[in-house]
Structure formats: structure tokens, C-alpha cells
């Protein structure tokens, strides 16, 4: 059974950083796509950021140059470094797994199999 736990949600002030972590059980980060997505109250679930078996990445325009999806093979653990803040990227922020065998990197929220119960990232100025 795969299960993804995310963590590293808080408030921080706009300009602000925060590491956000999902560890996985039952899967190996490194064979498969692994995600993050985020919901904002009202809006549709977006991609953010992926990253896949061999290490290539993909970000949504919004978030390039801001945050970094990297991972931990080791510790079965895919992080997302979020750094120059907006209150634009309040949302809750859910880990996600792709057992697919696609061969470009997925970035629509049906095409992942896997959802972790999210982490609530805040931002205000």
C-alpha cells in the first residue's frame, strides 16, 4: 500500500522560505514521477513542480526560480524548497506519485495515482 505524508506547512512572511517534505512508503521515490500540486480555497488543484527517475524537472511558469523539487533516495523522501514567498502561493500543498510509464513528465492532477492528505502553506505580507 502507498502511502505519501507531507509536512512542512506553515505561515511565514511574504519573502520568506519554507521546505516542504513527503515521505513515501510502499513505492520508491526514485523509480517513479513524484509531484507537487497545490489547491488555493476556490480554485482547481495546479501543478507545481515534478520530478522524475532520472532527476529532470518541470515547474509551473509561476514558481521557476522561486522553488526547487529535489529528492532523497535514501530516505524515500521528495522535498519542495520554496523560496521568495508570495501571499499568491498560499494553498495547501499535496505530495503526489505517478506509477505511470509516460515518457514525458505528467503535470495534470489525473494523471497521478498516489495523493498524500496535504500541508497548508500560508502567506501573508
Known amino acids: 500500500q502507498v502511502q505519501l505524508q507531507e509536512s512542512g506547512g506553515e505561515s511565514v512572511q511574504a519573502g520568506g522560505s519554507l521546505r516542504l517534505s513527503c515521505v513515501a512508503s510502499?513505492?520508491?521515490?526514485?523509480?517513479?514521477?513524484m509531484a507537487w500540486f497545490r489547491q488555493a480555497p476556490e480554485k482547481e488543484r495546479e501543478f507545481v513542480a515534478a520530478i522524475d527517475w532520472s532527476g529532470a524537472t518541470q515547474y509551473q511558469d509561476s514558481v521557476k526560480e522561486r522553488f526547487i523539487i529535489s529528492r532523497d533516495v535514501a530516505k524515500n523522501t521528495v522535498y519542495l524548497q520554496m523560496n521568495g514567498l508570495k501571499p499568491e502561493d498560499t494553498a495547501v500543498y499535496y505530495c503526489a506519485l505517478d506509477v505511470s510509464l509516460m515518457s514525458t513528465i505528467p503535470t495534470e492532477a489525473a494523471d497521478y495515482n498516489y495523493w498524500g492528505q496535504g500541508t497548508q502553506v500560508t502567506v501573508f505580507s
Open positions: 510502499g513505492r520508491t521515490v526514485g523509480l517513479y514521477f
